[in-house]
């Protein structure tokens, strides 16, 4: 095997095993926000990592495209996860009681009630 096959081989194992650690945190987690740490974390580094490999396997054309979506994923993946998470606030805004700071909160906008919900719907 070449070098770049070996290459290969650890970084779509390693994405492998990224996206593994993500399946695993949004079972095992107790809430919604530590369940899109989990996923907002590891599958963001696992997906790069398995783009990565598709762009060793295909060649050098193809690893700048694939460069090119890992740069996109990074740059979209936190912003989509802060907007579930800002979602999932505003529709349910009970935290876990160990949550200590709450940075989301502002005393201009008030979560919506059940009732508002429905409506909307």
Do not use: C
């Amino acid at each position: 095997m070449t070098m770049n096959e070996w290459g290969i081989i650890v970084l779509a194992t390693a994405g492998t095993l990224f996206m593994l650690i993500s399946a695993v945190g949004i079972l095992r987690m107790p809430g919604i926000y530590a369940r899109m740490h989990a996923v907002g974390k590891a599958a963001t580094l696992g997906v790069g990592l398995l783009l990565m490999a598709a762009g060793f396997y295909f060649g050098t054309g193809e690893i700048w495209r694939m460069g090119a979506l890992v740069l996109l994923f990074f740059f979209t993946s936190p912003v989509a996860t802060t907007a579930m998470a800002r979602a999932a606030y505003y529709r349910n805004p009970r935290p876990s009681h160990r949550l200590k700071h709450n940075d989301i909160r502002d005393p201009r906008y008030q979560p919506l009630t059940d009732r508002e919900i429905i409506e909307m719907e």
